[in-house]
């Protein structure tokens, strides 16, 4: 983990609005613990879940900015003495993805499509697709005359596939990456099936989105894919995505304000590093000014008229990041080790930090939706 608080924070620190969940120990009166909502600024860290029970309350305030900033709230302490209580910042909004957003990470999907959840035969399939599709993907707007020209060849070719309909095609991928309340934070373990062979990280950044499809920040993400079991068939994906903490998301989220907005969402550069305990690293960036579909088209894919959250929503929108490299002399490419560290930094977003495990051995989620409500009115924060 990282060896001070200001590797956690943004470059440029506490400048932005920075809000968070700590779980809370010691309450005044014999109040049970629980998660608190908490803003982070210059001298320390501040609970304002007597304003704000939950995030998404105060993502869907009508000035989010304004109610965490404005709440004084009660010092907890410093970030540092903090560290080890952080959980994910979100509550109840749903946690949703966007897939194949990028071109390289469409030609990964194809990759794991017909290699059939192989990694050994990944780079042979990459040369072979390479030639079939003849095109440069990346400069195709989706949806656009161009995509419906390219779908036709392909078909006409038998290489139509599944990803790319979502790729180039009028519609986004967009599905569920976890229940509410499932994701976990900085510092937490996150997991990996210990039935597959072949998984990856997949640094991303992550919108915060209010109950009436409004981006009101954003933090960042780590949407674990288990590339063997997805690519035997799209069927399995909630097989590869949703397993016990399996999305990481934070370490805070940065509202919209003076200091960030939506252009920087858009210019922003995410960087992955993976330390094992074998002492392999391996580093990479994801350039979300390369993305094919704009944030705020993802946006209006996910929530609309046909598709409400009166909580809100956390969006992952994505990675240009698929790594290849070989891990082990004679191996077929990169997949985790227990043991790992991954840590993802955004300049703007700060560092989101996890170790990885097996699922089965990092302890079962077991406080939901029920149990924060029941957990708050036990507070008296519930009006």
């Excluded at 809370?24 to 704000?52: C, E, L, N």
């Excluded at 697709?129 to 390219?150: H, Y």
């Excluded at 993802?298 to 994505?318: E, R």
Aim: with cysteine; glycine share 10%; proline share 7%.
């Amino acid at each position: 983990m990282p060896a001070s608080t200001s590797d956690i924070l943004p470059e440029d620190g506490t400048a932005g609005t920075l809000v968070g969940r700590v779980w809370r120990y010691g309450h005044k009166g014999g109040m049970p613990d629980g998660p608190s909502v908490v803003v982070v600024r210059a001298d320390g860290v501040h609970d304002i879940t007597a304003a704000a029970p939950t995030v998404a309350d105060l993502c869907n305030a009508p000035d989010p900015v304004a109610l965490a900033r404005n709440t004084a709230g009660d010092r907890l302490g410093t970030l540092k003495d903090l560290l080890s209580d952080l959980l994910a910042p979100i509550d109840l909004q749903a946690i949703k993805a966007a897939g194949v957003t990028f071109a390289v990470s469409l030609l990964e999907r194809l990759i794991e499509e017909h290699a059939k959840g192989d990694p050994a035969r990944a780079e042979q399939v990459r040369k072979e697709l390479n030639q079939i599709i003849g095109a440069d993907v990346s400069t195709i707007k989706p949806g656009s005359p161009e995509a419906e020209a390219l779908k036709k060849t392909l078909l006409a070719r038998g290489a139509w596939s599944p990803y790319l309909e979502v790729g180039i095609g009028p519609y986004a991928e967009i599905f569920t990456k976890a229940p509410a309340m499932a994701a976990v934070g900085y510092g937490a373990e996150i997991g990996i099936r210990s039935d597959s062979d072949w998984n990856n990280p997949e640094p991303e950044v992550t919108l915060i989105v209010n109950a009436r499809a409004k981006i009101v920040g954003a933090t960042l993400g780590n949407d674990v894919n288990l590339r063997d079991i997805e690519g035997r068939s799209a069927l399995l994906l909630g097989q590869a995505k949703d397993n016990n903490a399996s999305c990481a998301i934070g370490p805070f989220i940065r509202l919209f304000d003076s200091t960030f907005s939506l252009d920087d969402v858009r210019q922003a550069k995410v960087e992955l590093e993976v330390t094992g305990p074998d002492q392999f690293r391996l580093r990479g960036t994801s350039d979300l000014s390369k993305i094919s579909r704009d944030p705020t088209e993802l946006v209006a894919h996910a929530m609309g008229s046909t598709h409400q959250y009166p909580d809100g929503m956390a969006l992952m929108t994505g990675t240009l990041f698929a790594p290849t490299e070989q891990r082990k002399p004679g191996g077929a490419g990169f997949t985790h080790m227990v043991g790992d560290l991954v840590s993802i930094r955004s300049p703007k977003l700060g560092a989101l930090t996890n170790r990885v495990n097996h699922c089965d051995k990092i302890p079962p989620w077991t406080f939901g939706v029920a149990a924060l409500m029941r957990n708050l009115a036990a507070r008296g924060l519930l009006g």
